[in-house]
């Protein structure tokens, strides 16, 4: 896996310069539609994910490609998850904030073998910053080894995605939340949650949706370096296991105060 590390991040980069940047803030009015409401895609998606697509199996032949906007238009791609190696990308995550012109957004790719994340790469092509993650190899950014931190403040930070929730569930979470919890603003990005998990900004996420290519490179990371992802049931998230909803934290003391206070 190693080896794979620097072909990888040549070819986001090479999306981020050639596909993704020349088009942000400058996307026409056919560039991009809704594909749910309040879900966007834009031709970048679609332009990246083939790029890279097509980059990666150069690089691995034998393995298969899962991608957001191929799962969009073939949901069955998302059985290749559980066999044999597998390419997750997420070509353009914060495709709504890409839209509305401005940041984070981020190019995220995990390699998985038999459903077990194995390695993932998060770029943020405005700063150019890399994480990246080996199973039981570590988490870096920019080549620099991490470790999860917590925040400074009177109460831990949770990032919580409230928009996908019914209201009586958000109403229920800031109640439980109050003078335990500081809910936080989302950064509507995973490539930027999970980073803000490891560098101390955030201590607490709680998604609704767990998409794999959403996860599959930041929850890697976020275990390598010290932090804890799993369903609020305490089940291990797994790319190939159905589930509902995660809740990842800088640690697993702080899982289990997500934990308490937002389920229990």
Known sequence: MHRLYQPVLDLMREVAAEIMLPRFRK??????????????????D???????????????????????????????????????????????D???NFTE??????????????????????????????FHALHDGGCFMDGERMSTRPTRGALPKAAIA???MPEERQADVRRRA?????????????????????????????????????????ALMLEEAGGRIARPDGSPYRLATAGNGAIAASSPMMWDL???????
């Open 27 to 44: 996307l026409a009015a056919h560039e991009f539609a809704e594909k749910s409401p309040g879900d966007f895609v834009t031709i970048v």
């Open 94 to 96: 914060g495709t709504n």
């Open 178 to 218: 109050a003078g335990r919890l500081e809910i936080v603003n989302i950064p509507r990005c995973a490539g930027e949650q999970y980073p803000r998990l490891i560098l101390g900004q955030n201590d607490i996420a709680l998604y609704e949706r767990t998409h794999p290519w959403d996860h599959a490179a930041g």
């Open 101 to 130: 012109g401005k940041p984070p957004f981020a190019i995220m790719i995990g390699l998985a073998r038999d459903g077990e994340r194995r390695a993932g790469w998060i770029l943020d092509p405005l700063s150019g910053r890399i």
């Open 46 to 92: 679609r332009e990246s994910e083939a790029r890279l697509g097509e980059g990666l199996s150069r690089l691995l032949p034998e393995a298969r490609i899962v991608g957001e906007e191929a799962v969009a238009a073939d949901a069955s791609i998302l059985d290749r998850l559980g066999r044999g190696l597998v390419w997750i990308i997420d070509p353009l």
């Open 162 to 164: 409230t928009y996908f």
């Open 258 to 264: 997500a934990r308490e206070v937002l389920f229990d």
